[in-house]
């Protein structure tokens, strides 16, 4: 299998995915702004959305497929299935029963998360509501999860990486056709979400049918927790909470210490969020979910030296992507923000506010790329304590460097804590794997650094004059010409950037890469 072309494959899936769920935002931000209510919505998702990203992508995906990939690779078709099909069973059940849970304690949930908007009675009200409604849709994801966990163990990456498009088609539609014919428009959102959810579950099931691999349900609650592969799975994922989700955590907590700071701080750490969110998930999400069932095999049949290449090829595609990405967000901060979300009730103080966060998770980008394509090196070894020590540990750091940020720095300083948290965790986990001799850098890494510092500068000083040089928040009432504008800013500094890395004597079959 050519892993570049897989690369390709999930990145242009994922792109797709970003490219909508931008226009959501756009559109999210020209129809409520940033104020309360908007608030409100983002401290509801992010309940749900954060045990979605816990139990369901995190620590789920990470703790099931090496094991589902060992029973592929190792005990056949029937116990694969059958592996499948309980854990699939004990999962949304699961999840079902916790959804019951939220619903129940959504005020306690909703006070502990964001307490400062009970200044606003109505706002408040509103959040309770909307967790009540979103709740269940961590049982639509989790069923979700299961099926890209197979699918990427097929090495079908399409589907999955095409599945977060539907939530984003869900609120475009919601936002357009529905919000406006709604006492509170914002409740539309959360309407959304549930649709999207289900939406997401449909897609899965013909892929997985497609393999013979649809799960079979049970009407009996803990009918697949005898399985000894069940087990193993939730013996993984009980500490993998913690190590794939250290900056989740983190965010949850920002979002209660944003709620204490100047009114409409929680939406400007979201629109920031947002857009840092689209390198992570175009480069570090699609390379580890490429990288995860390819090392799983590697390990189970005791080649360390293919899994060793592989990391190496996955870090120098990292740093090659990551670093110019990270130089142009925090240049082009104010521009991306200006063009994607100044219309309507997004106002000028808004954009700049946003800004701020922005340029701060731009210091920490390539560290959040990095333990996204690190974390699976021991995922694939099936080995989570390590991940779990230093996931703790920096969950401590980034509330340590919040007492000293936040006081200075504001919002921004929530997002410069999580960025350096995100570039500790990945150097402790790159030591890690140094010191076990899990990855042995291949030749070459001094001179290809050197390179691309030469590169990135080229590209920098084309990206901070495109910034400095044109009044993007006065061309608020042409948002065509300035995106015609932008777009051609981010085109000069690309062409740049690989122009110069071509002179240099880069080429793209340099990172061609196949799995066996």
Not at 71 to 99: F, I
Request: hydrophobic share 55%; net charge positive.
């Amino acid at each position: 299998m050519n892993l570049l072309k897989s690369l390709a494959a999930v990145s242009s899936m994922t792109m797709l995915s970003r490219v909508t769920g931008l226009l959501r935002e756009s559109l999210f931000a020209r129809a409520f702004g940033a104020g309360a209510y908007t608030d409100a919505f983002i401290v509801a998702f992010r309940l749900p959305n954060l045990l979605r990203r816990l139990f369901a992508e995190g620590a789920f995906s990470q703790a099931f497929v090496p094991i589902l990939s060992e029973y592929k690779n190792q005990q056949g078709e029937e116990a694969t299935r059958s592996l499948a099909d309980h854990v699939a069973n004990s999962l949304v059940w699961a999840t079902l029963l916790v959804s019951v849970l939220g619903i129940l304690g959504a005020p306690l949930f909703v006070y502990l998360i964001a307490n400062g908007l009970e200044k606003n009675q109505e706002a408040f009200d509103a959040a309770v509501w909307m967790t009540r409604l979103m709740f269940p849709y961590i049982a639509c994801m989790s069923f979700v999860a299961l099926a890209g966990g197979v699918l990427n163990t097929w090495r079908q990456f399409k589907i999955p990486a095409f599945t977060p498009v539907l939530l984003n088609l869900s609120f475009i539609a919601c936002s357009l056709f529905l919000a406006p014919y709604l006492d509170k428009p914002i409740y539309a959102m959360a309407i959304a979400v549930m649709i999207g959810g289900l939406l997401q579950v449909a897609i899965q099931i013909p892929a997985l049918m497609k393999i013979g691999m649809l799960p079979r349900l049970s009407i009996n609650p803990v009918g697949g927790l005898n399985d000894p592969g069940v087990r193993r799975v939730l013996k993984k994922m009980g500490p993998a909470v913690f190590a794939v989700s250290a900056a989740q955590i983190s965010l949850m907590i920002n979002t209660a210490i944003a709620a204490g700071l100047q009114a409409g701080s929680i939406s400007w750490l979201s629109y920031a969020d947002r857009l840092m969110e689209f390198p992570t998930a175009l480069l570090g999400v699609a390379l580890g979910t490429i990288l995860l069932p390819s090392l799983s095999k590697a390990n189970s049949e005791g080649d360390k030296e293919e899994y060793s290449n592989l990391l190496d090829w996955g870090l120098r595609l990292t740093f090659l992507l990551a670093i110019p990405a990270a130089v142009g967000m925090a240049m082009l901060s104010l521009p991306l923000i200006a063009t994607l979300f100044h219309y309507g009730q997004f106002t000028d103080q808004a954009a700049l506010m946003s800004a701020r966060p922005l340029i701060a998770y731009s210091v920490g980008l390539i560290g959040i790329i990095l333990v996204k394509t690190l974390a699976p090196a021991f995922y694939a070894q099936q080995d989570i304590r390590t991940p779990v020590r230093i996931a703790v540990g920096v969950l401590i750091a980034v509330q340590l460097m919040n007492l000293v940020f936040v006081p200075h720095l504001a919002v921004a300083g929530l997002a410069l804590s999580i960025g350096l948290g995100a570039c500790i965790n990945a150097g402790f986990l790159y030591a890690g794997l140094r010191k076990r001799q899990i990855y042995m850098p291949k030749p070459g890494w001094g001179k290809f650094f050197f390179k691309l510092l030469i590169a990135v500068s080229a590209m920098g000083a084309v990206a901070w004059l495109g910034a400095t040089q044109i009044e993007w928040l006065a061309m608020r009432a042409t948002p065509l010409l300035r995106g015609g504008v932008l777009f051609a800013v981010i085109g000069a500094c690309a062409v740049v950037y690989f122009g110069v890395l071509f002179a240099l004597g880069f080429r793209p079959r340099d990172f061609k890469r196949s799995a066996k």
